[in-house]
């Protein structure tokens, strides 16, 4: 299996309910990053992990959550949501975990109302 | 001041036009140097990269690094319609955590 593969693809969120948003990356990478990509803005870090483990976060508060599993899949999770937490969710993942070798899907539209 | 600044235009040129982007930073830890090409709803696709300062080529696009003024350009030459997009230049001090500038959305007309 090739690429990046993100789901859903849309979602609508009322203000403090909590959200999961899903990735499948490509067999053998073992590092996945979460990226936050407001409206006319670049994608901002949110973490990253490896090998099941988080290993480098952002500045991000601690109501958003990640899970990453043996099959190369992996989970952002959002509790308590604002209004500010809309945006395209980004998945990217790497076989090196090197900064030019990741690969990006094409992201989840979370909208919070 | 954000860790990486890029003009977001709009950017509009005729077809065949040649095209020159730009970012600057401000960490000099930052190593490799990105530019990534986003179309409308889709995620960003890497374009090229480059280690410390110099240039890179590849087909119509040109990357250059002059780590001196923290300066990064990307160059298109003979630009397309299809080259319509939003280029994002990225950064990385090799810890893995890009830091994106926030997008020039280029537009070549037909």
């Known amino acids: 299996e090739t690429g990046v593969t993100q789901s859903p693809t849309h979602l609508i969120k009322t203000r403090g309910q909590q959200v999961t948003l899903r990735c499948s990356s490509q067999?053998?990478?073992?590092?996945v990053s979460w990226y936050q990509q407001a409206l006319g803005q670049g994608p901002q870090f949110i973490f990253q992990y490896y090998r099941e483990e988080e290993n480098g976060r952002g500045n991000f508060p601690p109501r958003f959550s990640g899970l990453q599993f043996p099959n190369y899949s992996s989970e952002l999770n959002v509790n308590a949501l604002e209004l500010d937490d809309s945006a395209l969710y980004l998945c990217?993942?790497?076989?090196?975990?090197?900064?030019?070798?990741?690969?990006f899907g094409s992201g989840t539209r979370l909208t919070v109302v | 001041q954000k860790e990486v600044e890029q003009d977001p235009g709009p950017l509009s040129v005729p077809e065949g036009a040649i095209v020159s982007l730009n970012c600057t930073y401000s960490n000099s830890a930052f190593q490799y140097f990105m530019w990534y090409r986003q179309y409308s709803r889709k995620g960003p696709e890497l374009l090229m990269y480059?280690?410390?300062?110099g240039n890179k080529e590849d087909g119509r696009f040109t990357a250059q690094v002059d780590k001196s003024s923290k300066y990064i350009s990307l160059f298109i030459r003979d630009s397309q319609p299809s080259d319509s997009a939003t280029y994002l230049c990225a950064t990385d001090t090799g810890r893995r955590a890009l830091t994106f500038g926030s997008g020039t959305r280029l537009q070549v007309q037909p």
């Open positions: 067999s053998g990478h073992n590092t």
């Open positions: 480059t280690y410390s300062s």
């Open positions: 990217a993942s790497s076989p090196t975990g090197e900064g030019y070798g990741y690969t």
